[in-house]
């Protein structure tokens, strides 16, 4: 009988630790999981902080950039109503020049002036910082390089401009003639000086694409209402040539006159064409006297060098 009660018992007690193990395994992964479930929420809300500071920081960028670019604009289109208005000389010549440098914006002017002023403002303080510690020597004449500085940053933009203007010109002058051989192959074939004009402009894009923008302008002020003869002279101003200009004189003369344009034009290329191989001749003309300086200061002294060397060695050793 008492082995019935302890077998009996025995397997009661077994029944309970399995459950007790059960139990404890559950309550085990329950706090298991609220762990990981709280570690994964602070690390979501983590990152949607960190996402609405990075987003905030790019929106206080992006507003500081908007703000300073408002401000910019404010001082640019203030700059610009204060030039525009004036309509001297000078101001008349500076906006003659910025088109032959091929800046045809109309706020060229403002910026101009304000580059102008900001590289003077710019050079000054660099001068002002950077002198007394190159040489306290130098410091003693710090109000001159100052002023020097300041005259620099004032005339290096109208020098920049000279540098544009003169490198379009020489753009120009090489393709003038190309320009007036093909508008007389147009006219001999019947094109009107018009149409002439538009296809010639596409043909000298590759080689020459400021003149032919110059080019493409007139065409379209000749369809917003200007006459041949204003359009081309408007060609010869924004160029700033002396042959455009003639060219656009020997046009008005035969219109008033009657004569025929193209046997006009036939005579005006032919005498670009010489004139161009007069420039090339005369360059080639003026080399020798411009070889010569370097001759006399590179070459000839190291063919002294090398002819006398022998002769200064043998005399040294008393081989004579």
Request: proline letters at 3%; hydrophobic letters at 50%; one cysteine or more.
């Amino acid at each position: 009988m008492w082995d019935l009660v302890i077998e009996h018992f025995l397997r009661e007690e077994g029944d309970v630790s399995v459950v007790f193990a059960g139990s404890v395994f559950l309550a085990a992964a329950a706090l298991a999981y609220g762990l990981m479930a709280l570690v994964r929420t602070r690390t979501a809300v983590k990152r949607r902080a960190a996402g609405i500071g990075v987003v905030e920081e790019a929106q206080g960028a992006t507003a500081l950039a908007q703000s300073g670019l408002k401000a910019m604009q404010r001082l640019i289109d203030y700059t610009t109503r204060h030039y525009a208005s004036m309509d001297g000389d000078n101001m008349k010549v500076l906006r003659q020049r910025l088109v032959q440098a091929g800046i045809f914006d109309p706020r060229a002017v403002g910026f101009f002036f304000l580059i102008r002023a900001v590289l003077a403002v710019v050079l000054a303080v660099l001068v002002l910082l950077v002198l007394p510690l190159v040489s306290t020597r130098l410091a003693d004449y710090l109000y001159v390089f100052l002023v020097c500085g300041g005259l620099a940053g004032y005339l290096l933009p109208s020098l920049m401009l000279d540098k544009l203007i003169a490198a379009r010109r020489v753009e120009y002058r090489a393709g003038f003639p190309d320009f007036m051989d093909l508008l007389v192959v147009c006219a001999g074939a019947g094109v009107s000086l018009e149409a002439a004009l538009e296809r010639v402009s596409r043909e000298l894009g590759e080689c020459y694409p400021a003149l032919s923008a110059n080019i493409h302008l007139t065409n379209l002020e000749i369809r917003a209402g200007h006459t041949l003869t204003q359009a081309l002279e408007h060609f010869g101003e924004r160029l700033g040539l002396d042959e455009v200009r003639s060219f656009a004189t020997l046009i008005q003369q035969s219109d008033e006159l009657g004569s025929s344009i193209t046997d006009a034009l036939r005579v005006y290329s032919e005498e670009m064409r010489d004139k161009r191989l007069s420039a090339a001749e005369e360059k080639a003309y003026s080399l020798p006297a411009k070889l010569s300086v370097p001759l006399m200061i590179c070459v000839f002294p190291v063919l002294f060098i090398v002819i006398l060397t022998p002769v200064i060695v043998r005399y040294a050793v008393g081989g004579f």
